[in-house]
């Protein structure tokens, strides 16, 4: 550190704009460290309520803030600048937001791996999914005004508004009112690997949290069941695949 530097009004220009991000990233991770421990003192679902709570709320005053600060107009809590965007343009925003999604995944992945190995890596990997899954399917269940209960058309529909949608191929077969297969087609990170010359990634262990836990929160009654999925062998035109069913009631 300089030692000429005593005080924020010492920095340089584009230290102080390097200081503005670092200060974006400190409130994204306390934002999420706030949820963490009311997950670990209330519970999950309880969790959940509080944060709808907190992130309308902060939401509000911070938009407001930075909006009058920035210069961009507010209209009905939506940036203007991107209501004055294309159709094209969000979707290629869209786009770019799920890849940095599952870039910033692979990335948190190769640290923990180049810290501690393979096995604490793939643990880690595991244990998120069992939280972030869950969180997503909530997440797109309040966007979408979905019912506690949304059923199989429910989660058609959620499966097509998931980070993974917006990068992905995917496909969703009909198997009749209360059961679908779900495909991925193409994989992001499955088809690098594949250009590149290596074996699948063996990613059943997180799938198998992540697709039953997504399932389960769009609908508590949903079972899941995995078809394939690596180190299992598969088809060329699918990279995993999973059956969702609600078991009939007598």
Known sequence: ???????????SHEDMARLMLDMFHRTMVHHTLWFREVEHQMGFKKALDIM?????????VQMKRLSRVLGFEM??????PLLDMSREKLLELMGSLGTNWIAGDGIWFQAVESACGMNDAKRCNDSCWTRFSPFEAWSIKEFLKLPEHAGMEGLKTALKFRMYASVNVQTIIEEGSDSIVFQMNDCRVQSARKRRGLDDYPCKS?????????????????????????????????FCAWRFTIPEKY
């Open 1 to 11: 550190m300089d030692n000429s530097i005593k005080g924020v009004e010492d920095l």
């Open 206 to 238: 997180a799938g198998l949290v992540e697709y039953s836990r997504f399932a389960e929160g769009i609908d508590s009654e949903i079972q899941t069941e995995c078809i394939g999925c690596p180190p299992d062998t598969h088809p060329e035109e699918w």
């Open 52 to 60: 709808k709570s907190a992130y309308n709320n902060s939401y509000d």
């Open 75 to 80: 209209k009905d809590g939506i940036p203007g």
